[in-house]
């Protein structure tokens, strides 16, 4: 396939996932199973609210039950594990979802590391990132899964290609490098002590920008006819690549909003059925 | 610290950790705790034989206990796991190393993964990969473990500096990537499917071999004043890197035999004493 210049429309790649994600959800319904997702909050964060109600109703969209839990700012990580094991424990819940990131005072890697790995939907442990790692995860974490998502609904060659990602974050930088590797492009993985960043950026035919910086990566860095990934998402909505003036050099770039973000919405929602189908067995 | 043209003498670095070891070995016997490594061969394979040998040679060396497990050919992957579970519960036995490769019919995986992580002394299962890459793990993968301990002993800036390297295995291409990058370097996985590998090479201030192919890295790939780290150990005692060639251009060069190797091995015994340690908990 010759790509042209191309938009990856995120919504229109989360709306495909999510329709086989509500035809499924029906169909264990009609067996009396009914997916539910457990989200927390912790504390009063207002972007995290956003995110995690978003979330729930998403859930509740594709009739996935929601079980929405709001801690105060003031919860220990000893409390936080504690609720994360009942969740655990308790039979009617398919996956969990801590909302990233929680106060500083919390261990936020105990915390996700409490997660069990049948509820890791996702994918923030240890033990899930070596699975995705290797290859045989059930439940890759959802925003480097978005990517590889889109890459295939868009049909990317991904083989033999260069890839940088910028970033290295254990929810994002480092499993989004793995998975590519496995797709079997050369993966370069960048961050703040990279030296000369633009200048390895402008070897790579796909781009993964997962900086958390806005409009980050700018035009004069990307070789003509890159792909472009945007895992950014700040203040703003705006994204960590400078869209105006990359979109030029680019054969392909997602936009912000409305790339990566809400694939990884509908990664989470599938991979929370993948679980509940478990339960028929 | 400046570095002349310097051969990374591993069998040096490998009698430091070794020196190390074998105090906190006596020590553990003070206390009436005598580590144990259990090593499991299975089939005829006479190279497999002799490394095998060679690990419960030098654990007995330093006073470790090495049981060795020597199973037939035929064996199952169900009865490789079941005899991999019952050294998990056995109090005795502080580590146990399945040596690589197993027969073909078996899912190595499989084996690898039944190990418990509190007994991965060799550290092949996903989790313990998920740990090493996340920086927590007590056991990182021990050939990956003797590569960052040679540049560790020898004080080669890591840090900004681009490593390249060549192989993607589970045990050695994957975990040496990632904690090359959790030490701050630029890091560039590359395989079988990368596109104009000597450009790539090129680039290097650090490169890592592990490719299992013998003289396959070809002095002129290299940049003048890289460092080489050879993992390769192919038939012959010929490394993956081309030394005569490569020694003109590195600033530093592993030998094989002599480099990697030998410290692969006292990674494995100091793991073991790390894991008997716990006992006295």
Redesign the interface.
């Known amino acids: 396939m010759v790509l042209e210049k191309l938009i990856l429309d995120g919504i229109a790649v989360a709306n495909t996932v999510k329709e086989h994600v509500k035809e499924r959800v029906e169909y264990l319904k009609s067996k009396d199973i009914r997916p539910c997702l457990a989200t927390i909050l912790v504390g009063n964060d207002p972007s995290s609210a956003t995110y995690v109600k978003m979330k729930g109703n998403e859930c509740e969209r594709l009739g996935i039950l929601s079980k929405r839990i709001h801690l105060p700012e003031e919860t220990t990580t000893e409390e936080l594990v504690a609720c994360i094991i009942e969740l655990n424990h308790s039979t009617d819940i398919d996956g969990i979802l801590l909302q990233h990131p929680v106060p500083s005072h919390i261990d936020e890697?105990a915390a996700f590391e409490a997660i069990s790995i049948e509820k890791d939907v996702d994918g923030v442990?240890?033990?899930?990132?070596?699975?995705l790692?290797?290859g045989?995860s059930d439940y890759p974490c959802c925003t480097p899964a978005a990517i590889m998502q889109i890459i295939e609904h868009y049909k990317i060659p991904v083989?033999?290609?260069?890839a940088v990602v910028i970033g290295?974050s254990?929810i994002l930088g480092?499993p989004v490098?793995?998975m590519l590797?496995n797709k079997?492009a050369?993966?370069?993985?960048?961050?703040s002590?990279?030296?000369d960043l633009p200048s390895?950026v402008k070897q790579a035919d796909i781009v993964v920008a997962a900086v958390g910086k806005p409009n980050f990566v700018k035009g004069d860095w990307i070789k003509d006819g890159a792909v472009i990934l945007d895992a950014g998402y700040n203040k703003g909505n705006i994204g960590d690549v400078d869209y105006e003036e990359c979109f030029n050099k680019a054969r392909a770039i997602t936009p912000v909003p409305g790339g990566v973000g809400p694939v990884t919405i509908s990664m989470l929602l599938k991979h929370t059925v993948d679980s509940a189908e478990k339960r028929e067995k």
């Open positions: 890697r442990t240890s033990q899930g990132f070596g699975q790692a290797f045989f083989e033999g290609k260069h290295r254990p480092k490098s793995l590797l079997n050369t993966v370069t993985t960048c961050h002590k990279t030296v390895i």
